[in-house]
């Protein structure tokens, strides 16, 4: 079964401290992944991909294949990143995104 | 920059009524999907669009559901008889033929009472 699994619904870190939020996924074939974010009020954009390999406000996450992970990682969180976040896969025959659950990220000051 | 918009913000609507969620996609977009959230759960997929017709559509996606692009610009989801498990927020999302990523309009919050 194609699934993206986040475990955890909320994260609360102090500004400056490092961040990660974990995804894992089930997909049959090679899949594609992403990081989506939604700060307050605003729209789904797309965070990280992982075929792009960069890094975006500080944000990096990589494909380990062994074990079917793609966390999101900061190492020195900011207020601003204060968002939800979702790890979403794409099944290769239409795109389609099969999603995680979120994980709502609050930087405390 | 070009954005997916989508209307009404909010609608408010009685069970057994017909609601009609309008989107338009950036204008160079191919393809397009429907995805809605019921509060407290997943982001769901609903269904897929492409070359006007459904490229592939998930169990949610019944016969209460259709899809339409009626005038080249706009992309409508069709619930026809409403329920109160119909109650979301409904995302409209689009693509270009060049990759993967997807745009998302602002969602339409969907209550029905």
């Known amino acids: 079964a194609q699934r993206v699994t986040q475990p955890e619904k909320l994260l609360s870190v102090f500004k400056g401290a490092p961040v990660e939020l974990k995804c894992n996924y089930s997909y049959s074939g090679s899949p594609e992944l992403f990081w989506y974010v939604q700060y307050s009020r605003q729209r789904l954009q797309l965070l990280l991909r992982h075929i792009s390999r960069e890094s975006i406000k500080g944000f990096t996450a990589d494909l380990n294949k062994g074990e079917t992970s793609f966390h999101l990682k900061k190492p020195f969180a900011q207020e601003e990143d204060s968002a939800m976040y979702y790890c979403a896969l794409s099944r290769v025959s239409n795109y389609q995104l099969i999603w995680g659950a979120g994980t709502k990220l609050i930087i405390k000051p | ?113």
């Open chain 2, 1 to 113: 920059e070009p954005e997916v918009t989508q209307t009404p913000s909010h609608q408010v609507t009685q069970m057994g009524q017909e609601v009609i969620l309008r989107c338009v996609p950036i204008s160079n977009h191919l393809y397009f999907y429907w995805y809605r959230q019921i509060l407290g759960q997943k982001v769901e997929f609903l269904v897929s669009f492409y070359n006007n017709e459904i490229s592939e559509k998930s169990e949610i996606f019944d016969d209460q559901f259709s899809v339409e692009r009626p005038d080249g610009s706009n992309f409508t989801l069709k619930i026809r008889s409403t329920k109160l498990e119909d109650s979301a927020m409904y995302f409209c999302a689009s693509r270009d033929s060049g990759g993967a990523e997807q745009f998302f309009g602002p969602g339409t919050r969907l209550t029905v009472l």
